[in-house]
């Protein structure tokens, strides 16, 4: 049987190789899978990895979509706070759609 988390880590090499479409069809295979359909945990952690695949690329619209899809899942370990930490969503920060999703998501307060 195949393993989702070698998938995904394949997915996520490809994406930073450059090779979107193959990059894209890793994470279908991932995602497709016995565990990641059956365990909402495990899927929701499989679709994160898959943001981070997007973000280095996909455009900031499709990245967004996509983590719009992910923050209304309802189990979860992130939050929109916590992905925005990791460095590979820096240049999508300023795009109005991540706005938009900051000002949908985020926990924090007008002083942080």
Do not use: C, N
């Amino acid at each position: 049987a195949d393993d989702y988390r070698a998938m995904m880590a394949r997915a996520q090499a490809l994406a930073i190789l450059g090779d979107g479409p193959a990059a894209r069809e890793a994470t279908r295979q991932a995602l497709a899978q016995t565990i990641p359909t059956r365990d909402v945990i495990v899927r929701s952690e499989q679709r994160m990895r898959e943001l981070l695949g997007l973000a280095m690329m996909a455009d900031s619209g499709e990245l967004a979509a996509a983590m719009d899809d992910y923050l209304r899942l309802e189990m979860k370990y992130w939050q929109f706070d916590g992905l925005m930490l990791d460095p590979v969503f820096d240049r999508h920060r300023e795009h109005p759609a991540m706005r938009a999703l900051e000002a949908k998501y985020s926990r924090k307060g007008p002083d942080a």
